[in-house]
């Protein structure tokens, strides 16, 4: 794909979306990371369902780790993996008060030190809590980024590799936003919504839907 047609495809999905936010539900920094750490192999919605009984109860470092892997559970109890997460969101708590005063680091190394955050979660945290320009690859935006022909690659590292090089500059801090909600509402994963489409005419997809 040359670059004006990804200049194209980014300049329709910003006019469509000019301010794109995350499917969850955050209200700082710790929130959004617990949230994250909570999504793998789940849905937002799930993660949002669980998070609104439990941040009106604990939703700092200090009242997590209080809580324990014991009082959290009943809050996360509908959310796959949910036994192993607990203890990553407890871990993850008391190593935030012992190493970074209970805040929320804004590099990747101190990110990816902590417990149930792999790089994906890591560049989430940075663009969408600190502004970074970072692009997290998950399922959605991976297929999109090959099925489209944006940033083709075999595995999730050559798709951000891929991306980071070819995005241009002004559009990205939301370009895995764009891609993320272009994948889970369009271009979806058993029946890509090809005739709805507001890129169809630049997508290289070989396999477009008629209807």
């Known amino acids: 794909m040359n670059p004006a047609k990804r200049h194209a495809i980014f300049s329709r999905w ?29 849905t937002d919605r799930g993660v949002n369902a669980a998070t609104r009984k439990l941040y009106p109860v604990a939703n700092t470092p200090q009242a997590i780790a209080a809580l324990g892997e014991d009082g959290l559970a009943p809050y996360i109890q509908t959310i796959g993996l949910w036994r192993a997460k607990a203890k990553n969101v407890v871990a993850t ?21 902590l417990p149930g955050v792999g790089r994906k979660t890591a560049n989430v945290v940075l663009n969408v809590a600190f502004g970074l320009p ?3 690859v998950d399922t959605h935006n991976f297929r999109v980024a090959n099925r489209t022909g944006l940033a083709p690659g075999k595995t999730v590292e050559i798709v951000e590799q891929k991306l980071m090089k070819f995005v241009p500059e002004e559009f990205m801090l939301h370009a895995h936003h764009w891609l993320i909600l272009h994948g889970r509402y369009t271009c979806k994963a058993i029946k890509p919504d090809c005739p709805g489409c507001n890129i169809a005419d630049l997508c290289e997809f070989k396999g477009k839907t008629a209807s």
């Open 14 to 42: 910003r006019a469509a979306n000019p301010r794109p936010k995350s499917d969850l539900e955050y209200a700082s920094p710790f929130e959004l990371l617990v949230a994250v750490i909570l999504s793998a192999q789940a």
């Open 134 to 136: 970072t692009i997290a």
């Open 93 to 113: 708590a008391r190593l935030l008060l012992e190493r970074h005063g209970g805040q929320v680091p804004h590099e990747r190394a101190a990110l990816e030190a």
